[in-house]
Structures are given as structure tokens and as C-alpha cells.
């Protein structure tokens, strides 16, 4: 069975940047979709940003398309998020997420999540 342990998060001033990790084991990253997703107080999941099995194929929700880029190293078996032009509405606990067929922008399709890394942007 797939695991994912986020890490990367904390601390950071409005403008700045960061990159998430999503380390896997236990299963070969090449066999799923792996998806970021964020979760602020009181708001639902939202679904960021998706790399499909290849990594060939990505896609972004708006609020953070030309500011987050995800990637993925298949040797380390781990997916990033590099986040730029950090905003105080991107603060959220970033979860990512793993699906053993193609992306999707729903919380609620995806198989395998981590426990999450905390993001705050803040003066």
C-alpha cells in the first residue's frame, strides 16, 4: 500500500516562497496520479494541482495557476509543489494525495492521502 508523508511547510512572509515534498514508499510512484490539495480553517479540500502517472500531464486550479508548479522526481519517488508569490489566503494545511488512475480535482476520488504539512503566510 501506497504511503505519502508531506514536509516543507511553515512559516513565511506575504510574497515569499516555498516547496513542499510528498515522499512515497511502499508501492512505485509511476502506478499513480499524485495530487496537492489545501485546507483551510473552516473551508472544504481544494484540489491545486495534479501530475499524472507519467508526470507528462499537469494541471492547476486558478487560484494558483502561474504560481505553483508541481513536479516529480520518479527516483526519489517523491512529488514537490514549489509555491511562489506566496499570498496570506494560500495559509492551509497542504495535503498531497495519490489516485491509481488519472488526476482529478476532487478530494473524494483520490486512494492514498498524507497526514498533511501546515502553511502559513504571514507579516
Known amino acids: 500500500q501506497l504511503q505519502l508523508v508531506e514536509s516543507g511547510g511553515g512559516l513565511v512572509q506575504p510574497g515569499g516562497s516555498l516547496r513542499l515534498s510528498c515522499a512515497t514508499s511502499g508501492s512505485t510512484l509511476s502506478y499513480y496520479a499524485i495530487g496537492w490539495f489545501r485546507q483551510a480553517p473552516g473551508k472544504e479540500r481544494e484540489g491545486l494541482s495534479c501530475?499524472?502517472?507519467?508526470?507528462?500531464?499537469?494541471n492547476y486550479a486558478d487560484s494558483v495557476k502561474g504560481r505553483f508548479t508541481i513536479s516529480r522526481d520518479t527516483f526519489k519517488n517523491t512529488v514537490y509543489l514549489q509555491m511562489n508569490s506566496l499570498k496570506p489566503e494560500d495559509t492551509a494545511v497542504y495535503y498531497c494525495a495519490a489516485r491509481g488512475s488519472g488526476c482529478s480535482q476532487y478530494h473524494y476520488f483520490m486512494n492514498y492521502w498524507g497526514k498533511g504539512t501546515l502553511v502559513n503566510v504571514s507579516s
Open positions: 501530475s499524472s502517472k507519467s508526470g507528462a500531464i499537469t
